[in-house]
Each structure stands twice: as C-alpha cells, then as structure tokens.
C-alpha cells in the first residue's frame, strides 16, 4: 500500500541557492501566494498557532510584509520566505527560486567577478611543501567537487581553488580562510560564509583530515603517515556511502549516512554480505551522525538486529485539502502500478475527499505494532550514535530503536524535526517558486512530541569527548558490559 508507510521523511532547512543573475520577480506577491497556500494546506500551521498564539505569528509575520515590497531577486525573496517559515519548525518546509538554464550558467560570473583572488603557483607550493617537516594546515586538499590549494600567509592561512566542477568558482578564487586563532570560514558553493566559530575551531582530525566547522577536507599532498587512531573517523566524515567494519573482536561498527531512498539498496546489500559477522559478534555500534532522513523503508531490515520486543509505531494523519489530495491523484500515474495499489489509492482519495478541512487517519489504527518471529542472539548489544544534526527519519527509527532492551543512544540531543512530516512540493503560479510544506501530523502529539526538543541520548557524550574519539568511548562502553 503506497501510504502505509511514512513516505518521504526527508530532513529540508532553508535552502541552499545557487548564484544567479538577479532576475526580477514581484516578491510581495509570491510572498501572499506562499503565505496563504501555507496558511491553508500546511498540517503543521493550526499546531503551530496553538503553542504560540495568533498574535504572536502576526507581529513575526508584519514586517516580512514590508520587507518583501522592496525585493526584487528571486533568490533573496526566497531566503525571506524560508526565513519567514521558520516561525513554525525548524525544517520541513522550503522555498525554492526557479531559474532557467540560461541565467544559471551566465550569473555565477556577474556575482563572482569581484571575488577575492590569490596568485599561486602550485608547483612552487608543492616544491615547498616537500622540504616540510610538519605542514600544519598546508597542502592540497579535496572536498566535493573542490581541489583547493591552502597557504600559510602573514596571518593565518588562505585556500585557493585550484580545480572545481562548480563552474561558479574559478582556478585562483579563494575558497577559506583560516585566521591565527584557527577561527575562520569556509564559502560554500552559493559563495555564503561558513563561519568557523571560537568554540568549534578549525582542526587536523588526523594527518591527512582537516574539519572546518561542519567541512571536511581530505589531504591529498603531502600525505603523511597516519596514526591509526582517528582512521575510522576520516574515513566516515569522507564517505558517502554506508559500510560496516570490525574494529574489534567484539565490535562491529556501521556507518550509515542517509536514509534516502537511494541508500537502501546500499544498506541492505552491506547487511547481506555482512549477516556471518553480525551472526557472530557480540557487539554493533550504528552510526547515524548527520544523517537527515530519507524514508523509513530504508532502516527495515536493520530491525531485527535491535529487535527483542514488539515495537509500537504511533501513526499519523493527514490534513485533507483540494490541493493536498492532488499528491494522491499523482500516484495513480505512477507506471505499472498494480491494480491492488490503484484500487488502495482510490479509495484513500475519496476518503480525503468527504473529510475536506479535516485530519483523516487513512490506515485505520492510530497504533500499529511491529512483531517479528525472532530474536536474534547476536548482536547482544547496539550502541546508536547520534549528534544534533540527526533528523525527521533517523528519529523515527530512534524511537523504534529505543525500544529494543539491547540497545542505547550515545551522543548528543536529535535536532527534533519528525511530528509534522511528509513534504510536498507545489510551483507558484507566476513559476518563479516553489513552496514545499507537509501533509501529516502525528498522533504524538502533543504528549511525546519531538518537534524542538528532538530524541535524548542514553548516554550524553559531552565536548570533552571529541567527535573523532566518540566511536572509540563507545566501544569501551560496550565492551565492559
């Protein structure tokens, strides 16, 4: 049944915006438009009133309407927008600017023209390199689509791009700086600054592993001999993929990045190839930092490896309008879809339908109750680790996680973005945006609820704990169980 499940639960914040030239779009209009169609469609907005008052969401909301009279770029509309939004959650909502492939491949250069530029040679950068005993933050370095060239200057560092797919950043422009006090910032792909902070300061996690506040940068010369400490660590900042490995003879350790749907074929194979050793070991630490979310189908076959009890699953319902009800109507043009499904769908519709203006529970239980045939003798222990970058899906799978009598969370506070959930997307009518909000609200609420308070850990893993000693903490943890 397609909406059985909570279909895609994926953790979306304020957008990321490319450059582009600064098209005109009338933004007081657009801002009505995403205001009303959010006011009237979005599950969460009569929550969000209810915790902070009317009057409170009209004195956030007066001056957005001033300020939206004088924009005139779409890009800046959209971050007023998202920025308006974030009066009712932290994430699950978006604005997006539309732009045509034109102006996005000849704007990057009208707003980059005058970025900083540094001449460096890097052949003499490497000459120099090699005669170094220790190069501190010196090298090359890659991150994403990034080759960048970083220099030791008067004051601090600076680092060139030398190589780049983004075609906004060109051979030469600088692309971080690292002050003497290892503050500093490093600029995304949209040219915004990420700000390394006094209280997160710029660091070699290992040898070859630079992190500049959430930025990981690989060194690829000269590439210095590593310790063997922090390796494991390098390797899961540095991937995008998950993968499983024995760190002990009593531990195995997972990383799992996301939970979109891509990664499920992923998961599931590495549990596959992985099931003698997991039959076999003691001990699994599952690590799931700075996993956004993706779709609960994702972590299924993980379960039974946590699994000791049946798992209560509290269920959600969703906000029934005109426009909300179109999403089902496009399930019915999915290709080769069953008859069983479009009679399921079908019915489902014409439930929405008949309930205009209200919630509609369309599965029947507000509780559903997972069992399983088996509880598998190994793992005996699971270790989940969490930081305050896990959300939307990585928390439903925490609360079902939670409930098994042989694991705990280690780490820090979920950043709280699951109760109001399942994202839809709908095109302004000028095309020039789109809004995506959400259709369904849990039955948690309001008694479990986890929008702004997020999942506590079992075990709080404090800052005197670096983030690249958390696996090794957690390893002696369950090794003296």
């Known amino acids: 049944m397609l909406f059985k499940k909570y279909p895609i639960l994926l953790l979306f914040m304020a957008p990321v915006f490319a450059l582009h030239a600064q098209e005109k779009c009338d933004c007081e209009k657009n801002f009505k438009w995403v205001k009303e169609t959010f006011e009237k469609n979005d599950a969460g907005f009569a929550y969000?009133?209810?915790?902070?008052?009317?009057?409170?969401?009209?004195?956030?909301?007066?001056?957005?309407?001033?300020?939206?009279?004088?924009?005139?770029?779409?890009?800046?509309?959209a971050e007023v927008m998202n920025e308006w939004l974030g009066f009712f959650r932290r994430a699950h909502f978006r604005v997006i600017a539309q732009h045509n492939d034109t102006a996005r491949t000849g704007d990057a250069a009208v707003n980059s023209a005058n970025w900083p530029v540094l001449g460096l040679q890097e052949e003499q950068l490497r000459k120099?390199?090699?005669?170094?005993?220790?190069?501190?933050?010196?090298?090359?370095?890659?991150?994403?689509?990034?080759?960048?060239a970083i220099q030791k200057q008067a004051q601090g560092y600076k680092g060139v791009v030398l190589t780049s797919t983004n075609e906004a950043w060109k051979p030469g422009m600088v692309k971080l700086e690292i002050n003497s006090d290892s503050t500093g910032v490093f600029y995304m792909g949209n040219f915004s600054a990420n700000k390394v902070s006094k209280t997160n300061k710029t660091r070699l996690v290992s040898p070859n592993t630079l992190k500049l506040s959430n930025v990981f940068l690989k060194r690829t010369f000269p590439v210095l001999p590593e310790t063997g400490k922090h390796?494991?660590?390098?390797?899961?900042?540095?991937?995008?993929?998950?993968?499983?490995?024995?760190?002990?003879?009593?531990?195995?350790?997972?990383?799992?990045?996301?939970?979109?749907?891509?990664?499920?074929?992923?998961?599931?194979?590495?549990?596959?190839?992985?099931?003698?050793?997991?039959a076999q070991t003691e001990n699994l630490i599952i690590d799931i930092r700075?996993?956004?979310?993706?779709?609960?189908?994702?972590?299924?076959?993980?379960?039974?490896?946590l699994y000791t009890n049946p798992i209560?699953?509290?269920?959600?319902?969703?906000?029934?309008?005109?426009?909300?009800?179109?999403?089902?109507?496009?399930?019915?043009?999915?290709?080769?879809?069953?008859?069983?499904?479009?009679?399921?769908?079908?019915?489902?519709?014409?439930?929405?339908?008949?309930?205009?203006?209200?919630?509609?529970?369309?599965?029947?239980?507000r509780v559903s109750i997972q069992k399983l045939d088996t509880v598998l003798p190994f793992p005996k222990n699971v270790a989940v680790v969490i930081n305050e970058n896990d959300g939307s899906t990585s928390e439903q799978f925490l609360l079902a996680a939670k409930q098994s009598k042989k694991t705990k969370l280690f780490g820090t506070t979920t950043i709280g973005v699951l109760d109001i959930s399942n994202m839809c997307f709908v095109t302004s009518p000028d095309?020039?945006?789109?809004?995506?909000?959400?259709?369904?609200?849990?039955?948690?609420?309001?008694?479990?609820?986890?929008?702004?308070?997020g999942i506590q850990p079992d075990y709080y893993l404090d800052k005197t704990i670096p983030d690249e000693d958390w696996v090794s903490h957690v390893q002696q943890v369950l090794e003296q169980l």
């Open 48 to 77: 969000a009133l209810e915790k902070k008052g009317r009057k409170a969401y009209e004195s956030h909301t007066a001056p957005y309407l001033l300020k939206v009279k004088n924009i005139r770029s779409r890009d800046n509309c």
């Open 128 to 148: 120099a390199l090699a005669q170094k005993q220790d190069p501190g933050f010196e090298g090359i370095w890659t991150t994403g689509p990034y080759t960048i």
């Open 231 to 278: 390796e494991l660590y390098t390797k899961m900042v540095m991937s995008p993929v998950p993968f499983l490995e024995r760190i002990s003879p009593k531990t195995l350790y997972m990383y799992i990045p996301s939970f979109e749907g891509g990664h499920k074929p992923l998961i599931d194979s590495l549990l596959t190839a992985s099931k003698g050793l997991l």
């Open 290 to 305: 700075n996993n956004g979310g993706g779709n609960d189908d994702s972590y299924e076959n993980i379960i039974p490896y």
């Open 312 to 365: 209560r699953i509290v269920g959600l319902e969703f906000y029934s309008t005109p426009l909300n009800n179109k999403r089902m109507e496009e399930y019915l043009a999915i290709p080769g879809l069953s008859e069983q499904n479009r009679t399921e769908i079908n019915k489902a519709l014409t439930t929405l339908n008949n309930n205009l203006g209200k919630f509609v529970n369309l599965n029947g239980d």
């Open 431 to 453: 095309n020039q945006f789109q809004l995506g909000y959400c259709l369904s609200k849990s039955y948690r609420i309001p008694d479990m609820a986890i929008d702004g308070k």
